[in-house]
């Protein structure tokens, strides 16, 4: 056990021994960072058919017309939904073909 105590202490004496100092530098490494904005969804339509007044329920012509603007109004919503997914789409493309 005293061997092993003399041991150590002549080991860690050669290690402090050294005279040699430790020299670290410093590199600045540029990564790139990934930001996704928060995206910019347009309200939901207010649709037609939910305003439909109460003189023209019983005339079925114009509840179709109702309808039919609504649908219209749903087309164009998605329309706009779909051009921001693009949008996403297109840049996490882009940031594909950087990597």
Known sequence: MGRLIILLCIILSIGCA???TIKTETQ????P???CPKPNIPP???LLFNNIPESELNNPGRVVQY???SIQQLLFYIYELETILKLYETNA?????EE
Do not use: A, M
């Open 44 to 46: 939901r339509p207010n």
């Open 18 to 20: 050294n005279t040699e």
């Open 93 to 97: 493309i882009e940031l594909d073909k």
């Open 33 to 35: 960072v990934l930001f």
């Open 28 to 31: 600045e490494v540029k990564i």
């Open 67 to 69: 309808f039919e603007g």
